[in-house]
């Protein structure tokens, strides 16, 4: 069964940073793109980033470009999500998804082209 399972959210003051993983199960990690998206309330749900299935590859949102770094362990079968400088703007419920090509070369961030999700973490930036 193919699973993808967000942690490491919280509650983190603003300029402080967290760690979020998305741990696969029931697929080959390698031959996958994963992407992170993030939705606050009322609001529409927002790529954030992705990494290519041998990690060569990243796309960022303008929105966190030179705050969030995504890496990945496909040997541990987890994607991380490094957020740094957090702004309050950046609270949201954070997800991650597999994309849909077995090839691991996009690195869309388009949410249309991901076909397994978490659940979500919440991140929460406050003072």
């Known amino acids: 069964q193919v699973r993808v399972m967000e942690s490491g959210g919280g509650l983190v003051q603003p300029g402080g940073s967290l760690r979020l993983s998305c741990v696969a199960s029931?697929?080959?990690?390698?031959?996958?793109?994963i992407g992170w998206f993030r939705q606050a309330p009322g609001k529409e749900r927002e790529g954030v980033g992705c990494?290519?299935?041998?990690?060569?590859?990243?796309n960022y949102a303008d929105s966190v470009k030179g705050r969030f770094t995504i890496s990945r362990d496909n040997a541990k079968k987890t994607v991380y999500l490094q957020m740094n400088s957090l702004k309050p703007e950046d609270t949201a419920v954070y997800l991650c998804?597999?994309?849909?090509?077995?090839?691991?070369?996009?690195?869309?961030?388009?949410?249309?082209?991901?076909?397994?999700w978490g659940q979500g973490t919440q991140v929460t930036v406050s003072s």
């Open positions: 998804a597999r994309h849909l090509s077995p090839f691991g070369r996009v690195v869309a961030l388009t949410s249309g082209e991901y076909d397994y």
């Open positions: 029931g697929f080959t990690l390698d031959y996958y793109t």
């Open positions: 990494i290519s299935g041998n990690g060569g590859r990243t």
